[in-house]
């Protein structure tokens, strides 16, 4: 199994993260993808595949977020009426999410890498 199917679920939680949409999340990784694929002989080594692969990620994200069909396209939040589970729990980590999306899109990508995918500060910098 190589590093994007053992990291799939990761990296488009860290697009979700930033582009707010999980479709778009997914878009985003694909081209991520592509672009890596195209230029990874640019790959010096200096840091892990994953950790290069999380930059051309943000990258891509941010990309698409000063598009212009981002100004076009109205984001939605998660339809909440459907989801079952009510426990305390969730309810924290729904609160959590929610304040984490409140926040601006450089802190919130640090957040996410920090506590959610157990980065150390070295490697998101």
Do not use: P
Not at 27 to 51: M, N, R, Y
Not at 109 to 114: E, I, M, Q
């Amino acid at each position: 199994m190589g590093i994007v199917q053992r990291q799939e679920a990761s990296l488009i939680r860290l697009a979700y993260v930033i582009v707010k949409d999980a479709h778009i999340a997914e878009d985003c990784v694909q081209e991520a993808l592509i672009k890596a694929i195209k230029k990874c002989h640019t790959f010096k080594g200096k840091s892990s595949l994953f950790t290069w692969l999380i930059s051309i990620l943000i990258n891509e994200c941010k990309s698409h977020n000063r598009s212009r069909w981002k100004r076009v396209l109205k984001m939605y939040d998660i339809d909440r009426d459907h989801i079952e589970d009510h426990s305390e729990s969730f309810v924290q980590r729904t609160y959590m999410s929610d304040c984490l999306m409140k926040l601006d899109n450089r802190y919130r990508t640090v957040l996410y890498l920090f506590y959610y995918e157990d980065m150390d500060i070295a490697t998101i910098s």
